[in-house]
């Protein structure tokens, strides 16, 4: 059973920056696929980066490209979302996932779910 926390969220300005971390335990984490997926109020749960166990494929929403990156240090069991220029449209809570199977953009394929940090962005 893999443990996912969260932290790293808050309160910014539009055009800041955040970065996210979740850290994993017990489980192996360098086998898993990581994610990041975000749930404003009223929407839907929704995918924003994912990088594979290996750390060669790495994909993003079209809506962060360009913005936001995800990057993992498995030695630390660790996976990050850096969030550059921050708009009010990001305001969600962002939740980090793990999947035993592919890299994928779908919820459904993830095992493992961290209970959420918020990230609030001010006009």
């Known amino acids: 059973q893999v443990q996912l926390v969260e932290s790293g969220g808050g309160l910014v300005q539009a055009g800041g920056s955040l970065r996210l971390s979740c850290a994993a335990s017990?489980?192996?984490?360098?086998?898993?696929?990581m994610a990041w997926f975000r749930q404003a109020p009223g929407k839907e749960r929704e995918f924003v980066a994912a990088?594979?166990?290996?750390?060669?494929?790495?994909i993003y929403a079209d809506s962060v490209k360009g913005r936001f990156t995800i990057s993992r240090d498995n030695a630390k069991n660790t996976v990050y979302l850096q969030m550059n220029s921050l708009k009010p449209d990001d305001t969600a809570v962002y939740y980090c996932?793990?999947?035993?199977?592919?890299?994928?953009?779908?919820?459904?394929?993830?095992?493992?779910w961290g209970q959420g940090t918020q990230v609030t962005v001010s006009s």
């Open positions: 996932a793990a999947s035993k199977g592919g890299t994928t953009y779908y919820t459904t394929q993830y095992d493992y």
């Open positions: 017990g489980g192996t984490f360098s086998t898993y696929a």
């Open positions: 990088k594979s166990w290996s750390g060669f494929r790495t």
